[in-house]
């Protein structure tokens, strides 16, 4: 046989797989002892999983915790209070992805911005910055880069390229945070919490696309120091059962392991050329302030010292903003970050608190579990 | 923001490091920055991410996994099967 696009797409979203899969699981699940709470750590899945209807599939003891792993979810109000005092700045064309345009700050979002006449520009690719650079040589681009790993080299290979291409109109504010640290976290947060939520992390669905380029290698601890196994997961409903299934398997044979699900895409290494274009040009950041859930040591990055006269944030540090921003009082998105508590168990989902009108992160990106939770919670 | 089907390669620009790929029948040029040269060919299936080439997809496993899925259709179907058979037997007992 051989591999069709059609197969990559259909197969891996075809009902009967989806429905075989959720018969393995009910009659596996019937031989466990305890339920188990599984943690997909990725946005991309807490979509799939709702989209799907995944939840009503699986047994009762079987549930799902909704992770931080959507980008635009834990952009904390600080940072795009950056992205907005940047914007307004005279002769400066701010370009970022996704959604980030629509977060709210404390003065608004970037839309707020654009709409008071700042040049906020929203692309597809990270790449297109050559260009408005190339078109705007008076002006200063600066590229509000926002991902986990997954994106992070395509900030790197932007700026491999406007180095190369000796172009000095690029600047970066750099967004880009790491996923073991924030699983870390999680794991240390929620182990003292444990008693008052009932309602622990007891495995990991792992990322689908932050492991194409970082390798199912950097899962290795969780298996082997904090007793969570981990299966790396496709973003497809088939996958994501599959790898349900195998989490299951484990639990009953009484395994822990760190096992691949999305092996057609993942290998252990990774994307190794990637991984080095990211060590040429990033450091660890001392702190980054996830929204939601506090300050977390060593979880984002920052551009090396010697690329400084690329950094926006150097550049522009005596004007911008410097200060903790408290979130909302009535928004709970950091309990539902860390899978503590569920979209509608904040008073104004659904009502102040609307895609259309978000007041917290978790309803702007199509990630969000509170905008997935919109769109799809009929399904639940 | 993660999102993304599997493209296939229709065009090479080895020079700007560039593909031409087919998703679902609508052509477009991503970057191959992050492959390295020797990865990737014409025909292979890649996995696109924000107008770059994040992998390619490895045909083999890919296969497996769909080879897989047909067997646990079939094992359930066969399943079903001898569930229907077993019930129409007993309804024909039933009836005796
Ligand atoms: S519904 Fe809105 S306010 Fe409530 S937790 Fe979600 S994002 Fe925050």
Redesign the interface.
């Known amino acids: 046989?051989e591999?069709e696009?059609k197969?990559?797409?259909d197969?891996?979203r075809?009902a009967?797989?989806i429905?075989?899969?959720a018969?393995?699981i009910k009659v596996d699940a019937a031989k466990l002892k305890n339920s188990i709470n599984i943690m997909e750590v990725?946005?991309?899945h807490t979509?799939t999983i709702m989209k799907y209807g995944l939840p009503q599939l699986l047994p009762s003891n079987i549930k799902f915790i909704h992770g931080p792993g959507c980008?635009?979810c834990i952009m904390p109000k600080e940072r795009i209070d950056h992205a907005y005092v940047l914007s307004m700045q005279p002769n400066v064309i701010l370009v970022t992805?996704?959604?980030m345009i629509k977060v709210p700050g404390s003065n608004g979002s970037l839309q707020t911005a654009r709409s008071k006449g700042a040049d906020v520009r929203f692309v597809?690719?990270?790449?297109?910055c050559l260009k408005i650079a190339k078109e705007n040589p008076t002006k200063k681009v600066i590229f509000f880069a926002i991902?986990f790993e997954?994106?992070t080299?395509?900030s790197a290979?932007l700026l491999?390229?406007v180095i190369k291409q000796n172009i000095k109109n690029v600047f970066f504010h750099i967004n880009h945070v790491t996923v073991p640290e924030v699983m870390r976290e999680l794991i240390d947060s929620r182990d003292i919490h444990v008693d008052s939520y009932n309602n622990k992390i007891d495995a990991f669905l792992g990322p689908?696309?932050v492991s194409?380029?970082s390798g199912s290698k950097i899962y290795e601890e969780f298996p082997r120091d904090y007793n969570r196994p981990v299966v790396v997961s496709g973003?497809e409903p088939?996958d994501v059962m599959?790898a349900i299934s195998m989490i299951v398997k484990q639990f009953i044979e009484g395994r822990c392991s760190l096992e691949v699900e999305y092996?057609?895409?993942v290998t252990y290494d990774g994307?190794v050329?990637?991984q080095e274009?990211v060590n040429r040009y990033f450091d660890k950041a001392d702190l980054f302030k996830w929204r939601g859930l506090g300050n977390i040591p060593k979880s984002g990055l920052k551009l090396k010292l010697e690329f400084k006269e690329y950094d926006a944030e150097d550049i522009y540090k005596d004007i911008l903003p410097i200060g903790e921003i408290e979130d909302h009082k009535l928004c709970i998105c950091g309990n539902i970050l860390r899978g503590m508590a569920n979209p509608p168990e904040c008073t104004i989902f659904g009502t102040a608190c609307k895609p259309t009108s978000p007041i917290g992160s978790c309803m702007v990106?199509s990630?969000g579990a509170c905008a997935a939770y919109y769109k799809y919670g009929n399904l639940v | 923001?993660?999102?993304?089907?599997?493209?296939?390669v229709v065009k090479i620009d080895k020079e700007n490091e560039i593909a031409t790929v087919?998703t679902?029948g609508v052509q477009r040029e991503a970057?191959l920055?992050?492959?390295?040269e020797e990865d990737i060919h014409v025909g292979d299936?890649v996995?696109l991410?924000?107008?770059?080439v994040?992998?390619k997809?490895?045909?083999k496993?890919?296969?497996?996994?769909?080879e897989l899925?047909r067997e646990?259709?079939d094992?359930?179907n066969e399943e079903d099967r001898q569930l229907a058979i077993l019930e129409a037997d007993e309804c024909s007992n039933q009836g005796d």
């Open positions: 046989m591999l696009l197969n990559l797409y197969d891996f075809d009967d797989t429905k075989a899969y018969k393995i990725c946005g991309g979509h980008p635009v992805l996704g959604d597809y690719s990270p790449l297109e991902g997954t994106t080299p395509m290979a491999d390229a689908s696309h194409v380029i973003f088939v599959q092996k057609r895409l994307n050329k990637a274009l990106s990630e | 923001m993660c999102l993304s089907i599997p493209s296939k087919d679902m970057s920055s992050l492959m390295s299936y996995l991410h924000i107008g770059f994040m992998n997809i490895d045909e496993e890919a296969l497996e996994s769909l899925y646990i259709i094992a359930m």
